[in-house]
């Protein structure tokens, strides 16, 4: 059974750009998580969606977007990138809502670098 | 806002020995998890633990959920080379739903 598949697995790109980054579940897993890891921050949650629908949002600003196709599959958008933005993006697809005791399963992450 | 503390924050050894990290949290949590990254991978769920007092054993893995709900440890014993990696601890939220993990303990495994 494949596992989550993260693309593309590494992007550059300069201040001001914006970044699309995308991820498919797990076959039959219809939750997908997306987070940001930095060494100085670690593991943050950006956004959960369930359904097509956003079901949780993470403290980040409004540059950070998302959508879920029917097909489960997810996209994440940032826009105006900062040098901050530079960060290991994983995505994480489970069963159910993470809140339901459904385990998250990560894929490899995309590496961005923003110049 | 809710934090886990982890540690230690590094660990070098030498292969065969055991190991032990500990989280903590000053808040009680119902669900603990361990999640261990590997170089250029996303993390993998190691072993969950769902109820107080729990102690749960996956292979060399054994992890424990505190009869507090405020702490967990793992331990590895007789550790190996393919163990090195970034550890992980996290918890449910149960007012927000969503995982809050906590700062990874680094392990280093010398042969």
């Known amino acids: 059974k494949a596992g989550v598949t993260q693309t593309p697995r590494y992007l550059i790109k300069t201040r001001g750009q914006q970044v699309t980054l995308s991820c498919s579940p797990i076959s039959g897993h219809r939750s997908v998580s997306w987070y940001q890891q930095t060494p100085g921050q670690g593991l943050q949650f950006l956004f959960e969606?369930?359904?097509?629908?956003?079901?949780n949002k993470g403290n980040f600003p409004g540059r950070f977007s998302g959508r879920q196709f029917s097909n489960s599959r997810s996209e994440m958008n940032v826009s105006t990138l900062e040098l901050g933005d530079s960060a290991l993006y994983l995505c994480?697809?489970?069963?159910?809502?993470?809140?339901?005791?459904?385990?998250?399963?990560f894929g490899n992450g995309t590496r961005l670098t923003v110049t | 806002g809710q934090q886990l503390n982890q540690s230690p924050q590094s660990m070098f050894i030498q292969e065969g020995e055991d190991v032990s990290m500990n989280c903590t949290s000053s808040s009680i949590f119902n669900t603990w998890l361990w999640y261990k990254q590997d170089p250029g991978e996303g993390p993998v769920l190691l072993i969950a633990?769902?109820?107080?007092?729990e102690l749960t054993s996956n292979g060399r893995l054994t992890a424990q959920f505190g009869i507090t709900r405020k702490d967990s440890f793992l331990n590895i014993s007789a550790s190996i080379p393919s163990d090195v990696g970034i550890y992980f601890c996290a918890v449910l939220s149960y007012n927000t739903d969503k995982l809050i993990f906590g700062t990874g303990t680094r392990l280093q495994v010398f042969p």
């Open positions: 994480a697809s489970s069963r159910e809502l993470s809140g339901n005791n459904s385990p998250l399963h």
């Open positions: 633990l769902y109820k107080a007092g």
């Open positions: 969606y369930f359904s097509e629908t956003q079901r």
